[in-house]
């Protein structure tokens, strides 16, 4: 199933943008599809080095992705423009991995006084730019990233326990290397489905891609 909103989302905030679009034909009907990658210049840097969220919201190596769907205009109409937009980054309360000379650096997840105000502070921002949030926590549920989703899943119940936000968050876990383990991508549909309502609520638009170009 293929999920689309008709609104195009250009910030202002990005330090690189990587662009990419092609040309298709779906039942003799030519269609473009583009990929923009943004990413945020706050906070950037290396893998493990830079984690978590600092005091301002602003969260490690922020990415914001949005797909385009173009149908080409036809004789009496103008073209339509189609766009996804989906974000990531660090999960946002302080974190930070314990370099050494271990393969695997251990994780730490620091309480401090003002976690949850940084917290707050990224997910005020991300709900004024892209409105109600569903976030979706993909570590693993065992192991040393158990830490991460237990501490973010604190937050999010945190969030939501206060009146003063904008929305309550959405919120789904998917264990995403167990679930998909040798190569079952298949189970990602179920997913799909649990955030489905979300999709729908929101103002996307379901269906293949011949009921869009009709």
């Known amino acids: 199933m293929l999920f689309l909103l008709s609104t195009l989302c250009v910030l202002i905030w990005s330090l690189a ?6 040309t298709s034909t779906i039942s003799n009907q030519k269609i473009q599809f583009g990929l923009i990658s943004r990413r945020s ?4 840097g290396t893998r493990y080095n830079t984690r978590g969220v600092d005091s301002q919201g ?4 922020f990415n914001e992705t949005e797909q385009l769907l173009v149908v080409p205009a036809s004789t009496t109409e103008s073209a339509t423009i189609f766009s996804f937009v989906q974000t990531r ?3 946002p309360f302080h974190w930070a991995e314990i370099i050494n000379l271990v393969f695997v650096p251990g994780l730490l997840v620091m309480d401090k006084p003002d976690s949850p105000n940084a917290f707050a502070l990224h997910l005020d921002t991300q709900q004024s730019i892209y409105g109600e949030q569903m976030l979706v926590n993909l570590v693993k549920a065992r ?5 991460i989703k237990e501490a973010y899943e604190k937050r999010v119940e945190e969030y939501n326990s206060e009146e003063k936000h ?3 968050l959405g919120y789904e876990f998917f264990d995403l290397h167990t679930e998909c383990s040798n190569n079952k991508w298949e189970r990602i549909g179920s997913l799909i489905e649990r955030v489905e309502p979300y999709l729908l609520k929101n103002g996307l638009v ?4 011949q009921e869009i170009c009709v």
């Not at 379901?206 to 891609?209: F, Y």
Request: charged share 25%.
């Open 143 to 147: 192991g040393r990233e158990k830490i």
């Open 206 to 209: 379901p269906g293949g891609v």
């Open 41 to 44: 210049r706050y906070r950037s």
């Open 166 to 168: 904008l929305n309550k």
């Open 89 to 91: 980054g660090s999960a």
């Open 58 to 61: 602003n969260v490690g190596n």
């Open 17 to 22: 943008i990587a662009f990419d679009i092609q």
